[in-house]
C-alpha cells in the first residue's frame, strides 16, 4: 500500500469515528440505540444487509451481520438472518424484521438450493444417503424437490417466522412484498422508525435505492435468472411454480402459519 493509500484509509477512519461520535444519523449522541434488522433465510437478508452495511458506513457506524453470540459491544448496527435474538439481552435498541409469503420462501429456497455454495448445504448428510443436500436435491425432479424443500422449510424456519412477537412495539415489521411494491415509502418508514434525523432519513434512502433488485441485477422484478442470488423477485411466484400437490403438502405440514402472517383468511386456496 503507498503512503498516499494509507494517509487516506486512516483520514477516512478517523471521519468516521467522528461523525459515528457525533450522533452518525441521529439527532444526538444520546439518541442512538443499537439497530436491530431481523431477517429470515431467503427473506431479504443479503439486501437488507448491503443496505445497512452502507448506510453505516456512511456514518461511521459498526455493523455486524452474525450471531447475538458474536455480537461485539461497539456494533451500532446488528442484523440477524435467522431471527435468533434474545431480546431481553440486546441493549438499548430500535429493530425492524421482515417476513415473506412461507409459499414464495419454499420456491426462493429450491431454486437457491440447487447451485448455492453455502457451505452447509455441501455437507454430507446420513439423512440423505452420505450425500450432501444439493446433491439430493439434484437427483430428485422438480416436483419431488420441492416436496422435499417443503418438508426442510417446516423443520428448518417456519417456526421462526410464525412464533416471532409481532406485536412488539420496539419493532417494525416489514413484509417483503410490500418493500418490492414501493421501496422508497417502507425504507423511509424504516429510517424514520430507527430515529434518523429528517436528512439522514433522505441520505438513507438514497442509499437504500442503489440496492434495488432492478439496479443490482439489471432485470425488471420478475425476470428470471436461476443461477443468481437475486434469481426472480417476484411476489405471488409460488402460483405458477407449486403444483397441486404441493398445495396440499403445504396445507398438511402449514398448520395455521399463513392465517397467523396474514397472508390467507382461510384454507381454500
Known sequence: MSLR???Q???GRIAREFRRASGGPFPNRRDRKLIVHCAHHRVGSAWFTRVLRTVAEEYGLHF???????LRPDTDVFLQDHSLVNLPRLPRHRGSHMIRDPRDVIVSRYF???WTVETWVHVPDAKYGGRTYQEYLNSLDQEQGILAEIDRFVEYGLAHMRDWNYANPDFLELRYEAIIKDEGAVFRRLFTHYGFRP????RSVE???QFSFERQTKRKVGEVDA???LRSGRPGEWRDVLSARHKVRCKEVFGDALIKLGYETGYDW
Request: glycine share 4%.
Open 5 to 7: 493509500n494509507f494517509v
Open 9 to 11: 484509509r486512516g483520514a
Open 64 to 70: 455486524q451481520n452474525c450471531t447475538q453470540a458474536d
Open 112 to 114: 437457491f438450493h440447487l
Open 199 to 202: 436528512e439522514a432519513v433522505e
Open 207 to 209: 442509499i437504500a435505492k
Open 227 to 229: 443461477k443468481s442470488h
